[in-house]
């Protein structure tokens, strides 16, 4: 009954599942985390600015950090929790005291920054612009405009391009909301299919030149907005509705390790490259190919029928045992390449000892594998005969095989039209058990997760 929240088992069935030759991994968590120095003071002249509590302090971002963190197993049953992540580190660009760039000539002017990984691209939330970007020395001309210190803008990479290089980094600007541009958002928020901002500050907020004090100083029109918008792509954005709580999660960086400082943010949407497909058609061992035989009805036990229909006997009888392990001719192989391969060329394998109902209860679905040189099939705990007009099919094509053999010019004719004639009227027997017990008839025997099969040739 705990089946489906055993990690055992949710592991296996994972589409991030990650199969090696003698190990499995499932991607367990992804995460970003990002290396930056605070500097006070740089070396140049401050100027004429006042009321400018942040004109010292500058953060430089070093680098960014990708971390892969799995849970692995080498048996299928028993999973290693306690891995270190695989990290690679990506360098940013350099500060440019002569002709800075998005990062500034000194650094960002605030420690209040997001970087964070979404739909394979990586965004950076800078919030504040420095004067000393404009101005080395600190001094900007009474003459000049009024200086907008807050930072709408955004910016963009492509995951997997040099981050390092800031010519790859695209500019973007964050929308604005009845005219008024937005000065600071206050949250970011993912359901891992959009990214969203709620409730920012809009307005003005800029440095004035004062001519009757001579300095610089601050003045702000600022209105509070409890309003949210989203993007899908990271560019375009529009206004929305944040999802229910249960389906959003905050994207909050966080600072740990002092005084090396770090910010951390989930990898969101993040997708791994390696791992297998979750119903592989086929898979290959020692040069030949194998899959199973998926039907929408039960396979009738082959080899019992061929031999009573050598006897020249007309009468086989379905037993429950023969339905529960009606899978076991549902696993075929192939030595030619499955994309080059006809029907003729896959060809049934019957099994050499005895086999338990969860064989013929699960093979005609469930991930098919190789694994420590066997070939590993998963349980298929959602498997249903679709039964629609199968049992009628079957008995039509019993009974014209049955005429067939009744007027049969030779007896090889006649072992072969008895042999379909037992075939199809068996698998109408099996179809009317079913029908009659319903799919919970196909439960195992125990519950389990999988099952191998040791090819010998």
Known sequence: MDLEDADYWTNLISDKLVIEPNKVKVLSEAYTTSKFIGIYNPDFKKGNIVNYSMSGTFIIIKSFIENIKY???????????????????????????????????????????????????????????????????????????????????????????????????????????????????????????????????????????????????????????????????????????????????????????????????????????????????????????????????????IKEIMETANKLETNFTITEEHIKKSGAYQLQVSSVNPNNAQESDWVSIVPKNEINSVVGWESGGGNLFTFNNKIVRLADYDREFQINNQYENALNLSQKYYNMLKTAPTMEDYKRYNYYFLYYKAVADMIKIIKDKGNAYFMPDKVCTHYTFEVVN
């Open 71 to 301: 849970v692995e197993s080498d048996d299928l049953i028993n999973w290693n929790y306690y891995l270190n992540p695989i990290t690679k580190e990506y360098n940013m660009p350099n500060t440019n005291h002569i002709n800075p760039n998005f990062l500034g000539r000194y650094g960002i002017n605030t420690d209040e920054y997001f970087i964070v990984y979404f739909k394979e691209k990586i965004f950076l939330y800078t919030k504040y612009k420095s004067i000393f970007d404009e101005h080395p020395d600190g001094n900007r001309d009474p003459s000049k405009p009024p200086f907008d210190y807050y930072n709408n803008e955004y910016y963009i990479i492509d995951y997997g391009k040099d981050m390092s290089d800031a010519k790859n980094w695209t500019t973007n600007y964050f929308p604005d909301y009845n005219n008024e541009k937005l000065l600071v958002t206050m949250y970011f928020h993912t359901d891992n299919e959009k990214l969203y901002f709620s409730q920012g500050l809009f307005g003005d907020n800029k440095f004035v030149y004062n001519e009757k004090s001579g300095n610089w100083s601050s003045e702000a029109s600022i209105k509070y907005q409890n309003i949210c918008f989203s993007t899908e792509g990271g560019i375009n954005w529009k206004a929305d509705t944040l999802p229910s709580s249960d389906k959003l999660t905050d994207i909050r960086s966080y600072v740990f390790s002092y005084p090396n400082f770090e910010f951390r943010n989930n990898m969101i949407g993040y997708e791994e490259p390696n791992a297998a497909p979750l119903e592989p058609s086929y898979t290959e061992l020692n040069g030949k190919y194998y899959r199973t035989f998926n039907t929408t009805y039960p396979i009738p036990p």
